[in-house]
């Protein structure tokens, strides 16, 4: 199912904005596709001003500053080879084909895959108040929706434009096999739990605690709970350190004691 | 690896927003946890005034209505069983195991797959500058990231809170089996496109371009032709109208020549 494409391939996917009325929307548009490796934004506007407020943010992105504009959706999409009309369904009737997001992607990623690079896909969005019109759909092969709960209260869905953008581009990638950066964390070996475990095994004697909950102190019971613990190797020295002040003080007390 | 959850189960997860800053963000995170169903909401805020503007905005939902204020991590997440850490990595030396959404997701679902409703999970979320704190990450079991793609420009993930929550639910939601609203497309029955094909066949032998492009009209290839369309049922008796009116047309002037 999973399918890794060449970044030259992803680069085959254009994000269209047909109608964005909200400059903030299409910054944040432009910022999911900076994260997620997308690099072509088409700007479908009769009224230019919103594009424009966006493009001159102090923090707009490369992405924004290569983004092209046209005044008709035609134009927008005459070098595509398959077109995808995004929708929240709704009351509309929808006279196309509709699939919902995870299926959606395979179809993209489908369309993606021949190695000459032949294949190119614009994603449509529509405006943030009316989505695409019926004019604008029909100039799609197909829809995409983001699956979505449905509601008595019948209150339609609301994701913004960037939150619908930033999810269908990561349903893109994680299809497509994504790397991502490694944490440090790095799990304790079974020598060093072993070692954490024997220090345990002597606090829990030293301490009387064998003596009262005998049923709980077997070695083996110790070591399953020392492994439970999931800790982290640069973890170990302190709780080795801190079983040893423990030990410390016990034996200081039994000396105290005696 | 799907699972189907109850919605009584997928109610086990609590957003928990940290320092939050624009009302904006908090109102877009209230429509994507009510576009994917999840209810509970909770804020941890010294500084309230984002959380009560978000919350008396006119198209607030009963999500920000519902939502919980904490004075801490600790307080907020106390019931939880489990409790996961959101990060963009970045620079910052993590010393939590760190899992990528999907895989990150598949653990969460794990944990509230119990019938008995025992598991409860909280997904943090830190604020928009500078994400979660180490002390609030030392309150989580392990960390979740948004796969990203590594950029040379080393600019820092940017994807808003509202659109971070809308990408980690749509996972969750993605990986328990959602339904979706059906389209209206029906595909044409093959009856209704062999109804097409034949008046298809008609109109180019009467159009005289059976004659002069044989290797295109053989029957068989006519059909293959009208089946590769696609086209929707309520599509056909449209199609079937031009083609008579094609028709019709051509016998017109074929008599007026005669």
């Known amino acids: 199912?999973?399918?890794?494409?060449?970044?030259?391939?992803?680069?085959?996917?254009?994000?269209?904005?047909?109608?964005?009325?909200?400059?903030?929307?299409?910054?944040?548009?432009?910022?999911?596709?900076?994260?997620?490796?997308?690099?072509?934004?088409?700007?479908?506007?009769?009224?230019?001003?919103?594009?424009?407020?966006?493009?001159?943010?102090?923090?707009a992105s490369a992405i924004l500053a290569g983004a092209a504009t046209f005044d008709s959706v035609a134009e927008a999409i005459a070098d595509c080879t398959l077109v995808v009309g995004t929708t929240a369904v709704g009351e509309r009737t929808l006279q196309h084909p509709l699939h919902p997001l995870p299926e959606a992607a395979t179809k993209i990623v489908d369309e993606l895959a021949p190695e000459d690079g032949s294949g190119r896909v614009a994603i449509l969005f529509g405006s943030e108040k009316t989505g695409l019109s019926n004019e604008e759909l029909s100039h799609c092969n197909w829809l995409l929706t983001i699956p979505m709960q449905q509601h008595e209260d019948v209150r339609h869905p609301s994701l913004n434009l960037g939150q619908a953008v930033a999810v269908c581009l990561y349903e893109l990638v994680r299809q497509t096999g994504l790397s991502v950066a490694a944490s440090d964390f790095v799990a304790a070996k079974a020598g060093e739990v072993e070692r954490l475990t024997t220090l345990l095994h002597?606090?829990?004697?030293?301490?009387?605690?064998?003596?009262?909950?005998?049923?709980?102190?077997?070695?083996?019971?110790?070591?399953?709970?020392?492994?439970?613990?999931?800790?982290?190797?640069?973890?170990?020295?302190?709780?080795?350190?801190?079983?040893?002040?423990?030990?410390?003080?016990?034996?200081?007390?039994?000396t105290g004691k005696d």
């Open 202 to 254: 002597e606090v829990l004697q030293k301490t009387g605690y064998t003596r009262h909950h005998p049923a709980n102190s077997d070695e083996s019971q110790v070591r399953r709970m020392a492994l439970r613990m999931g800790v982290a190797s640069i973890d170990v020295p302190v709780w080795m350190g801190v079983l040893r002040q423990v030990l410390w003080k016990v034996r200081d007390s039994d």
């Open 1 to 59: 199912m999973e399918r890794v494409l060449s970044s030259q391939q992803l680069d085959c996917v254009c994000v269209v904005l047909v109608r964005a009325r909200n400059p903030n929307n299409i910054g944040a548009v432009a910022r999911a596709m900076h994260d997620f490796g997308f690099r072509h934004l088409r700007v479908v506007n009769d009224y230019p001003v919103p594009f424009e407020t966006a493009r001159s943010a102090v923090d």
